[in-house]
Structures are given as structure tokens and as C-alpha cells.
């Protein structure tokens, strides 16, 4: 008498984990574009609820037909921590054990809040800033990336210069990717991107504080490639951070495009760089 004849089930075959012959391994191969409700934690030890997009891969190899989908959704579900930077590494390195590789990548893009007060009046407001969270094991090796984009304004200087009646002026992108020796707070990355910009934005202004940031741009005017030289600036001078990826981008008020420009370096392997 067999399982059929006790009407036993029968073992389900496991498909993905039987041997494929192309030898073609696969870069990375998992689930993209899941969406879950998470918790940051801060650096400072702040908790703030948000929602995260997830990327989850891991490298294939040769001679394994398929990677297990459901193990990337089962790790986000057993998860009750809140996301710092030593847990997002803490992440990657069950993933990678879960799914029985040795090289895997997370990505986690989500909106974070700062209250921020008004230069004048003082009146709080929160601003939202998009961030992103990438990390990857490769060869016992993990390495973190935090990447903000921070909205500012930046005013022409040219058109300061040559015109009578005022400058043109933007709503401008400034994105910052680092990757350091230790955790590196997204405030602190805000601050040096909104250090540098002609001015910072706020969620609500009243005309004091709006009349103060007017003419704070006018006083302090930039060329996309002045935003972007001032933060790598700023990076070059912080000893947190061992390499950088800097973005700015100007979406300009009198033209149909953008101004653009990017600077990278890896401090560590090349230190003269300017």
C-alpha cells in the first residue's frame, strides 16, 4: 500500500532548489517593489512609522534553477524592529543565510519627517525628505549606502547680475548617497545639503519668514555647479564619510529642462581628488 492508496499527501517537489545545466549564474535575482509598513529609528533613538518600497535580491548560481520568492516576504514579516542602519545589515545577513548564498542586496526607499521651525516666527511644520537605504554582502563583506534627496532653493546668479528688477530662482534637488565608518544621522545629511543651498524650504511660512528666505536667496545666489561643489565641499571636510555620490539638479523657472551636475569620490582610494 503506497501514500496514494492512504490518500496521504504526497511531497510537494521543490522546483527552484533542482539543478539547472545552463551554467549561467544570475547577478541578482528576487522580489522588487513590495511595499511595508515600517519603523526608523533615528540615531538619536527617534521612532517615526512610515512606509518603505523594498528591493530584495540575491546572486544565483550556476547550476540552482531558482531563488525561494516567498523566503524575501517571510523575512520582512517576521521583522519586528525598527530599522536603523545596524539592523538593516543585521537584515542583510539573515537574508543571505535564509536563502543559503553568499552574496544579496536590500533596498528600501521611504518618506521621513522633520519638524522644522520658520526662521522668523517660529512656527513648526514638518518637511518630508525621500530617502534611501541600500546594502549588500559580497564575499563576508557588508557595506551601506544612505542616499537623501533634499529639496531647496537656489537663485541664478547671472540673472541677479545683469537684471534690473530681481533673479530668477528654482525649486532645486540636492541628493546626497554616503557611505561611512559609522551610522550617519538623515538630519545631518538635510543639514549639509540645506547649508549649502541659496535657501531651505519649510512646510509653513508666514510673511516675516517668507520675506526673510527672499532675500536670503538674493543675498546668497548659486549655480547648480556652486550647489554641488559646496556639498562635496562639506564631505571632503566630514571624517564620517569614506565616499559620497552628490547630485543637484535645478528645475529651472525659465527654461523647459534642468540644470544638472554630479560629483563622486571614494575618499579612502583616492584622497587627493578635488
Keep these: 500500500m503506497n501514500q496514494r492508496d492512504l490518500n496521504l499527501p504526497l511531497p510537494m517537489p521543490d522546483v527552484q532548489s533542482s ?30 512609522h512610515t512606509i518603505a518600497t523594498f528591493s530584495m ?26 530599522f536603523s542602519v545596524p539592523m538593516f545589515s543585521a537584515l542583510l545577513a539573515r537574508m543571505v543565510e535564509r536563502l543559503h548564498v553568499g552574496e544579496g542586496h536590500i533596498e528600501m526607499a521611504f518618506p521621513y519627517f522633520i519638524k522644522k521651525a520658520a526662521p522668523v516666527s517660529g512656527v513648526s511644520s514638518l518637511m518630508d525628505y525621500e530617502v534611501v537605504l541600500s546594502g549588500a554582502i559580497k564575499d563576508g563583506v557588508t557595506s551601506i549606502t544612505t542616499k537623501v534627496t533634499a529639496p531647496v532653493t537656489s537663485l541664478c546668479p547671472c540673472s541677479k547680475e545683469i537684471a534690473a528688477y530681481g533673479a530668477h530662482n528654482q ?16 538630519e545631518d545629511i538635510v543639514r549639509i545639503a540645506e547649508d549649502q543651498a541659496s535657501s531651505e524650504l519649510y512646510g509653513i511660512l508666514k510673511r516675516p519668514d517668507e520675506k526673510y528666505i527672499t532675500e536670503r536667496a538674493y543675498d546668497n545666489p548659486k549655480f547648480v555647479e556652486d550647489l554641488v561643489r559646496d556639498v562635496a565641499a562639506a564631505l571632503n571636510a566630514d571624517p564620517r564619510v569614506d565616499a559620497y555620490v552628490v547630485e543637484t539638479e535645478n528645475f529651472e523657472s525659465i527654461h523647459n529642462h534642468s540644470a544638472y551636475a554630479v560629483i563622486e569620490r571614494d575618499k579612502q582610494h583616492d584622497p587627493t581628488r578635488g
Excluded at 551554467?23 to 517615526?48: A, F, L, N
Excluded at 540552482?64 to 521583522?79: D, I, P, Q, Y
Design 57 to 82: 535580491t540575491v546572486r544565483l548560481a550556476h547550476d540552482v534553477k531558482g531563488t525561494h520568492m516567498s523566503r524575501f516576504v517571510e523575512l520582512l514579516e517576521a521583522n519586528q524592529e525598527a
Design 171 to 186: 525649486r532645486s534637488h540636492i541628493t546626497i548617497a554616503v557611505r561611512g565608518k559609522e551610522a550617519i544621522a538623515v
Design 19 to 48: 539543478v539547472d545545466t545552463r551554467r549561467t549564474s544570475i547577478d541578482r535575482v528576487g522580489i522588487k517593489g513590495i511595499r511595508h509598513p515600517v519603523r526608523i529609528q533615528s540615531v538619536s533613538g527617534e521612532i517615526q
